[in-house]
T-cell receptor, first 117, second 110 residues
Framework: GAGVSQSPRYKVAKRGQDVALRCDPISGHVSLFWYQQALGQGPEFLTYFQNEAQLDKSGLPSDRFFAERPEGSVSTLKIQRTQQEDSAVYLC???????????????FGEGSWLTVV | TQLLEQSPQFLSIQEGENLTVYCNSSSVFSSLQWYRQEPGEGPVLLVTVVTGGEVKKLKRLTFQFGDARKDSSLHITAAQPGDTGLYLCAGSSNTGKLIFGQGTTLQVKP
């Protein structure tokens, strides 16, 4: 597609429910990032894939968070047993190469808004 | 741990005024980027600065990268209501991971 596509755009989950958030990166993009953003704050890094390899998952806040990109294209961020503090916007981004210098822009999706009640 | 401090966090000004947003760090970054984000949207890249001392202009926006590549500033001349949004600076680590500042929420009143 033309841009990074995320679904669902909005999700309301009951506390304790599992959720899965999907990201379709720009076709051919090697790098894929997941970020978590609280309202009015800067995004915080969760995890990074280069093709299907998860090279950095240091930002995942707990073992309830799991991400995968099995075929090096679509990625899924799964949150198990959701808690209220998980409420945030989850942003996916992709880039053609591994380092965002002036020739390799990172493109963000519109985000998946998760509210845990 | 690499951190980026942005200031101010909130800015409310009248149309036509000038403003500067600062982004500071104790760490050196290979490049630094500025994004603008509108409600309900993802961040959109405005500019990437790579070389220490670099200055880039985008219409009424001027971006500077510090000589030591640890800090940056965004200056907007004659702000317009359409400039309203969340401005984010982000530093690029060697692994390609972007580290964001807390953001500056700008409101330009007509």
């Amino acid at each position: 597609g033309a841009g990074v596509s995320q679904s669902p755009r909005y999700k309301v989950a009951k506390r304790g429910q599992d959720v899965a958030l999907r990201c379709d990166p720009i076709s051919g993009h090697v790098s894929l990032f997941w970020y978590q953003q609280a309202l009015g704050q800067g995004p915080e890094f969760l995890t990074y894939f280069q093709n299907e390899a998860q090279l950095d998952k240091s930002g995942l806040p707990s073992d309830r968070f799991f991400a995968e990109r099995p075929e090096g294209s679509v990625s899924t961020l799964k949150i198990q047993r959701t808690q209220q503090e998980d409420s945030a916007v989850y942003l996916c981004a992709s880039s053609l190469a591994t380092t965002p210098n002036s020739g390799n822009t990172i493109y963000f999706g519109e985000g998946s808004w998760l509210t845990v009640v | 741990t690499q951190l980026l401090e942005q200031s101010p966090q909130f800015l409310s000004i009248q149309e036509g005024e000038n403003l500067t947003v600062y982004c500071n760090s104790s760490s050196v970054f290979s490049s630094l980027q500025w994004y603008r984000q509108e409600p309900g949207e993802g961040p959109v890249l405005l500019v990437t600065v790579v070389t220490g001392g670099e200055v880039k202009k985008l219409k009424r926006l001027t971006f500077q990268f510090g000589d030591a590549r640890k800090d940056s500033s965004l200056h907007i001349t004659a702000a317009q209501p359409g400039d309203t949004g969340l401005y984010l600076c982000a530093g690029s680590s060697n692994t390609g991971k972007l580290i964001f500042g807390q953001g500056t929420t700008l409101q330009v009143k007509p």
